[in-house]
């Protein structure tokens, strides 16, 4: 096993993915890269894995300008094309698959989908019978469609396969893909599927699999699933840096919001400022009659975890939202926060304490008569040694009301 419980699978494995680099959509405007979004996360799966890599290289490569290559796929994939991928790839394809159990299988989402080219190497790899019984374990860079329509596809092209759960995130954030790649792969359900698949006998672990895939929640929820409060002790660094930090920000603003209010925000503490922010710990503690001890250990709180953030929840006066509903909305968006920072690769809790009653605290915090600090959130990557999220086993408290 590799650091972070990553299931090393240098034989029997391979990566397989297409990228693109050029001109390349961007929601903030069209950026011109050198390394395509693609690339930089099947580099992160080889690297973790120590599994062999292979780029799906067309034998045309396409135009380096964004609306020209739009245009091209568009046309691909509404005649549903196979187009030929390079000499050199198809010369390789039979002696890299041979023996393969598991495939990570990476692309971008065009038109919704996997390129075709995709589609060109699947259907080669069934040809070979290289797909009977192989997990495939897809990833996937985009910039806002998730895996698309892509999954539907890859189960109707590779049939005989086992489809696992995925991995998919932004290309933007390609680049900083490690720890979202590490958490996806040393997550139960996957690294369940990918020991099952190096026992090698798929006739008889075949059907554990299935039924373990079927006992899983869809993708999405999987993905959810696996975050887990990590005190400070298990965070270390590197933070997420301030650009990563807006967008997963600007995530947890896609929460219900009656009048679009945004009644929070969020303050992260400087690293200049984090004694500052102790002697506030401090003095609020002794405003509450905290002996030496304690206001010393109320002190130490502020320099714990790689990063603090404090979480400031807005309640103004509004003629249609309720006080009530403005809470519901900020308690949402700290919740989505904190799945958007898990899913980024990075862990954290979130904390509160008798220091949030201060009402100079409060102040230092320039918050207005209807604002108020409820919590620090300590966020950093996970440690080695962090606890794994066990199987949720209480019933969802979910019900139906049958008007009785």
Known sequence: ???????????????????????????TGNQMIEVGHTLRVAQNVARLTQSPILELAPEHPYPADYQATVDIAKREWEKNERPALARSVVEKLK????????????????????????ATFLDAARDMGALEGTLIL???????????????????????????????????????????????????????SIALAMEGDFQNTKNDAES?????????????????SLKPKYLTTPAPSMQTLEHIAQAAMRVPDHNHLVPYRYVVIDENAREALGACFEDAARRQGADDEKAA??????????MLIAFVARTPEDPEVSREEMLLTAGASLGQFMQALALEGFGGIV?????????????AFRCSPCE?????????????????????TRRPPISVWDGK
């Open 1 to 27: 096993m590799s650091s972070g419980n990553v299931i090393e699978t240098s034989t029997h494995a391979l990566v397989v993915f297409f990228s693109r680099a050029g001109e390349n959509y961007c929601a």
């Open 95 to 118: 002696t890299m698959l041979s023996g393969v159990r598991v495939l990570y299988l990476g692309f971008p989402i065009w038109c919704g989908t996997f390129p075709r080219h995709v």
């Open 138 to 192: 897809p990833f996937s860079t985009q910039e806002g469609s998730g895996f698309g329509n892509s999954l539907g596809e890859l189960a109707r092209l590779a049939p005989q396969a086992i489809i696992a759960p995925g991995f998919t995130c932004q290309g933007i954030k390609a680049a900083e893909s490690e720890n979202g790649v590490r958490a996806w792969l040393s997550g139960p359900v996957v690294n369940r």
């Open 212 to 228: 373990a895939a079927k006992e899983t929640p869809p993708c999405g929820c999987a993905l959810l699933a696996q975050r887990t």
């Open 297 to 306: 250990r109320a002190r130490s709180k502020a320099k714990k975890g790689p």
């Open 351 to 363: 904390l509160s304490g008798s220091v949030l009653e201060d009402e100079a605290l409060q102040k």
């Open 372 to 392: 108020k600090v409820l919590a620090w959130i300590t966020v950093g990557t996970p440690a080695q040694d962090a606890p794994t999220p066990e199987a949720e």
